[in-house]
């Protein structure tokens, strides 16, 4: 609570300690995500890499003897085995001997997380040749959409985990600090007994070493002022019996009182 404008140290630490939770497990949880998209791309890549390779060398001597019906079966038999937005094979000139493009599919992604992320793999480029003699080229790029969606999936589990041992660690540490901070308390309300005269000790001490020497220190002032106060109440006593009780009868001097 807020008296006199004060914040409490126990909501001091609490809201230092959530504030650290939140940016460490945020940082983890994007980190994690961003090493996922560089692997994803370089997945894409490689896979793009090998798939031109291996179409390249297919479908060389095709291309080589303008066998285009046998060359477009293959590049649709890998088109549709495969997670490829296009592929396209060209001559030596750079003209389009055939091709196979997909359109892009509708976004099961949500199109902030996309641009976020902004995952652009490398197209695989193979050049095919016959003999000693260059006859063509393969280009393929792998569908990146593939890569949106397992990262789309893999960022809400990071995140409601993060999110579950987040919650879970800020109880703890919420406990820990309750625990730490009870001494402090008790320290408070020992100091108001001492107001009232009371001169109890703490028991039993914390198992801070800190907070352990401190109240050690109170409980051995809290002593000595029970000694000073009992010490001073005698002191009083004996003045009051000097000054109103007669020595030899030990009744109470009247004449005294009265002067």
């Given at each position: 609570?807020?008296?006199?404008?004060?914040?409490?140290?126990?909501?001091?630490?609490?809201?230092?300690?959530?504030?650290?939770?939140?940016?460490?497990?945020?940082?983890?949880?994007?980190?994690?995500?961003h090493n996922s998209?560089?692997?994803?791309?370089?997945?894409?890549?490689?896979?793009?890499?090998?798939?031109?390779?291996?179409?390249?060398?297919?479908?060389?001597?095709?291309?080589?003897?303008?066998?285009?019906?046998?060359v477009q079966t293959?590049?649709?038999?890998?088109?549709?085995?495969?997670?490829?937005?296009?592929?396209?094979?060209?001559?030596?000139?750079?003209?389009?001997?055939?091709?196979?493009?997909?359109?892009?599919?509708?976004?099961?992604?949500?199109?902030?997380?996309?641009?976020?992320?902004?995952?652009?793999?490398?197209?695989?480029?193979?050049?095919?040749?016959?003999?000693?003699?260059?006859?063509?080229?393969?280009?393929?790029?792998?569908?990146?959409?593939?890569?949106?969606?397992?990262?789309?999936?893999?960022?809400?589990?990071?995140?409601?985990?993060?999110?579950?041992?987040?919650?879970?660690?800020?109880?703890?540490?919420?406990?820990?600090?309750?625990?730490?901070?009870?001494?402090?308390?008790?320290?408070?309300?020992?100091?108001?007994?001492?107001?009232?005269?009371?001169?109890?000790?703490?028991?039993?001490?914390?198992?801070?070493?800190?907070?352990?020497?401190?109240?050690?220190?109170?409980?051995?002032?809290?002593?000595?002022?029970?000694?000073?106060?009992?010490?001073?109440?005698?002191?009083?006593?004996?003045?009051?019996?000097?000054?109103?009780?007669?020595?030899?009868?030990?009744?109470?001097?009247?004449?005294?009182?009265?002067?």
């Amino acid at each position: 609570m807020l008296q006199g404008g004060y914040v409490s140290l126990h909501r001091q630490m609490v809201l230092l300690i959530t504030g650290l939770l939140l940016f460490l497990l945020a940082g983890i949880c994007i980190l994690s995500v961003h090493n996922s998209r560089n692997y994803l791309e370089y997945q894409l890549h490689t896979h793009a890499q090998d798939t031109a390779t291996s179409l390249g060398l297919s479908i060389s001597k095709a291309v080589a003897e303008d066998d285009l019906a046998l060359v477009q079966t293959m590049v649709d038999a890998i088109f549709d085995r495969g997670d490829f937005v296009e592929i396209m094979v060209r001559n030596p000139d750079g003209d389009v001997i055939t091709s196979r493009t997909m359109a892009p599919p509708p976004h099961l992604v949500p199109r902030w997380f996309v641009r976020w992320l902004k995952i652009n793999p490398m197209p695989g480029i193979s050049e095919m040749s016959e003999g000693w003699r260059m006859v063509g080229e393969v280009r393929v790029l792998s569908d990146k959409d593939v890569a949106n969606r397992n990262l789309w999936h893999a960022a809400k589990q990071a995140f409601w985990l993060f999110l579950g041992v987040g919650l879970i660690s800020w109880v703890v540490i919420l406990f820990i600090v309750r625990t730490v901070l009870k001494p402090l308390r008790t320290l408070e309300q020992q100091a108001d007994a001492i107001c009232r005269k009371d001169f109890s000790g703490q028991q039993p001490l914390p198992k801070t070493r800190e907070l352990k020497r401190v109240v050690q220190a109170i409980n051995r002032m809290t002593r000595q002022l029970k000694v000073l106060f009992d010490e001073q109440v005698a002191q009083i006593e004996q003045v009051r019996n000097q000054a109103y009780v007669d020595p030899v009868s030990g009744l109470g001097n009247t004449c005294k009182r009265t002067n």
